[in-house]
């Protein structure tokens, strides 16, 4: 949505303006090719996924979502991709608004330095260098923002696994969160249901 805004040359603090441009966008998540686990993004009929990573669309992110209809219609799209379940998700709202009865909830945190420098590395693989100072005064103050906002705030789910990924892997982060969901499996069949 925030790129559909930037394309559209309309200001995101435009409350007005956002709404009723969200009110006639259509947004998609789909498979990124059959029988793929992969997702594809898709802004009205257009695959956008490599776009919306852009700094300039991330970098107003913050206030286009906190436009009620703007987290309405992303909501309905989330709730969609999960209505048969066997889905894996994230967002700054997914364990508490989009999916609060989700059966395993993590919670990801790292520093924010840290989180720019991946950040900074996934955008020079697109050729794109941004200064890492600049990409984490924009991670703090999004933080910042969405931590803050009325509707969705960033918060940590009551039921929440908690991990602070600071010093992992990527391989380490998938292995701790596939420990996780074994664990949340064999308790079930065991018939616990604690977290």
Not at 21 to 46: N, Y
């Amino acid at each position: 949505m925030a790129l559909k805004v930037l394309r559209s040359g309309i200001h995101p603090d435009d409350r007005e303006a956002v709404a009723r441009l969200a009110r006639t966008t259509t947004v998609r998540l789909v498979p990124a090719e059959p029988g793929s686990q992969k997702v594809r993004v898709e802004l009205d009929g257009a695959a956008v996924t490599d776009e919306i990573r852009l700094p300039e669309v991330t970098g107003i992110v913050s206030p286009v979502s906190t436009i009620a209809d703007v987290r309405a219609l992303m909501v309905k799209e989330q709730r969609a991709m999960g209505r048969e379940g066997g889905i894996v998700l994230e967002g700054r709202d997914i364990g508490t608004v989009v999916f609060p009865q989700a059966e395993l909830k993590v919670f990801m945190k790292a520093e924010p330095r840290e989180r720019a420098r991946r950040r900074g590395m996934e955008l020079k693989e697109k050729g794109l260098d941004v200064p890492l100072e600049s990409l984490e005064a924009d991670i703090i103050e999004r933080d910042r923002i969405d931590s803050q906002r009325a509707l969705s705030p960033l918060r940590r789910a009551d039921d929440a696994v908690e991990v602070d990924t600071t010093d992992m892997t990527i391989e380490q982060q998938v292995e701790f969160i596939v420990r996780k969901a074994e664990e949340r499996i064999a308790r079930s069949k065991d018939g616990k249901t604690e977290a």
